[in-house]
């Protein structure tokens, strides 16, 4: 009896300090009624909250002390104080063991401060809280992904794995992304060569030497003075040079030839690529807009064929992170084939010619918000190739060297630069959408026969509404 003395004391003091300290101690105090059915209360974990008997009470028990513990502060009046989340039952029994009623007492997680934590990390975040046995649920509607795991993670600290996640995304989680691929090529080559030759005869003899693109041809060539030279020249026209000047000369029995060649181009490409794509938030899409290349490899049964692709290619997973922050995995590529670079293979059924690609690809993983733009690629290239061919010894002699010497140098600069453009999108009325095809009209026989038109000079948007005469499409009898 004293201990339980002692312990309805200590009660009763911790009621009181709580009604000091607290203002709203007046909301605190439940009243119940005699008769009333196993009414419901409500206790935070680790708060307390004081019952009000509508007449005097002998005895009160709880039927599980681990979640709810009780004492009576006075004959009317019983203090709960909420040890763990669950729910239990209150038993009010009056003198001689009659039972004045039973209450459900169900201890939750303290929201209200949850709440008021989740106000301030997360302000203007429309989230409901509410409390599910032991347990805190969520809902409503955010702005992102990101606010949705800051909400579990503060949620976690007052309900340890009895989080129920019901919070919907809001706002557009559908990501347009445009990439752009612009390259620039320019390239210089510059060439000038001599060349030299010399035949002499003596007697039935014939002595001659000549340098690149002259060639000594077999004889006998009959000479203007009567006699017959063994060989004479030929001229080769270089397929690097664009121009040329060819001559002979005379001088008694010795016979010169020359040729020069040069050469002077430049030249200039240009790539621009905008390919466009959108996806859902999370998931991946890909887009090619190019071929793909039968290449034979080797295989278990011979020669297999595989499949590569060319063209501008695009693959990227976008997550939209927050309001319009978006998270962006990408690979874009362009490539083409280069025949010049190309093998050819022996196979059971002959010669295969694989060609080479040249490609200009980049991957990698960006975050940026709605509208901006990132250059995620960028290439400048300058390359110089500088030759020079001699004859030895004599095109090293100052003035007349230049006779036995050509020289051509290429220049070659590429510059190269991706970007990319995320955009969040909705969908749009099928009016609103222009096609390439509605700006051209197929011809009627008029324009094309009479007026020699390839396309018609009217727009239509749709071909159901061009005007056709008799039957068409598909007509069953």
């Known amino acids: 009896m004293k201990l339980r003395d002692l312990t309805r004391a200590v009660g009763l003091v911790a009621a009181m300090i709580c009604a000091a300290l607290s203002p709203a101690a007046a909301q605190s105090v439940l009243r119940i009624m005699e008769g009333a059915t196993s009414k419901s209360i409500i206790v935070a974990l680790n708060r307390a909250v004081v019952v009000e008997s509508s007449r005097e009470f002998a005895e009160v028990s709880v039927a599980n002390p681990g979640i709810a513990d009780v004492a009576a502060l006075s004959n009317r009046t019983i203090y709960v104080l909420g040890k763990a989340a669950g729910r239990t039952t209150l038993t009010i029994l009056g003198p001689g063991g009659r039972l004045i009623t039973n209450v459900d007492i169900r201890v939750s997680p303290d929201i209200a401060e949850f709440k008021e934590r989740l106000r301030e990390i997360l302000p203007g975040e429309k989230i409901e809280v509410r409390t599910a046995n032991d347990g805190i649920v969520l809902s409503g509607r955010v702005s992102g992904p990101a606010k949705i795991d800051r909400a579990l993670e503060l949620a976690e600290r007052y309900a340890p794995g009895r989080v129920t996640n019901l919070l919907q995304v809001g706002g557009t989680q559908q990501v347009m992304l445009r990439v752009r691929f612009a390259e620039m090529q320019r390239s210089t080559a510059k060439s000038l060569g001599f060349s030299l030759g010399v035949r002499t005869l003596f007697g039935n003899w014939g002595l001659g030497g000549t340098t690149n693109n002259i060639t000594l041809t077999e004889g006998p060539i009959a000479l203007a003075d009567g006699s017959f030279a063994p060989f004479q020249s030929t001229f080769n026209q270089d397929p690097n040079s664009f121009a040329g000047i060819r001559g002979t000369f005379q001088a008694g029995g010795v016979f010169v030839d020359l040729a020069i060649d040069a050469l002077e181009s430049n030249g200039m490409v240009r790539t621009l690529a905008e390919p466009n794509l959108v996806a859902l938030s999370g998931d991946e899409a890909s887009f090619l807009a190019g071929g793909e290349v039968p290449i034979p490899v080797p295989g278990d049964n011979g020669i297999a064929i595989e499949y590569k692709p060319f063209g501008v290619g695009l693959s990227f997973r976008p997550r939209v992170v927050d309001e319009d922050l978006m998270n962006l995995e990408l690979e874009a590529f362009v490539s083409s084939l280069d025949t010049a670079n190309g093998l050819t293979i022996a196979t059971n059924t002959g010669n295969a010619f694989v060609p080479a690609f040249v490609v200009r690809r980049a991957r990698t993983t960006i975050e940026l918000r709605d509208g901006q733009t990132f250059a995620i690629a960028g290439l400048l ?74 396309e018609g000079t009217a727009t239509v948007r749709d071909v159901a509404r061009q005007d056709f005469e008799g039957r068409y499409g598909y007509v069953s009898e």
């Open 381 to 454: 290239q300058d390359a110089f190739t500088d030759n020079a061919a001699q004859v030895p010894w004599l095109g090293d002699v100052p003035v007349l060297g230049t006779l036995f010497r050509s020289s051509d140098f290429q220049r070659r600069q590429s510059e190269l630069v991706i970007l990319v453009t995320p955009y969040l999108v909705v969908p749009t009325d099928e009016d609103s959408i222009a096609l390439p095809t509605d700006r051209v009209r197929i011809p009627n026989e008029r324009e094309l026969f009479l007026l020699g038109r390839v």
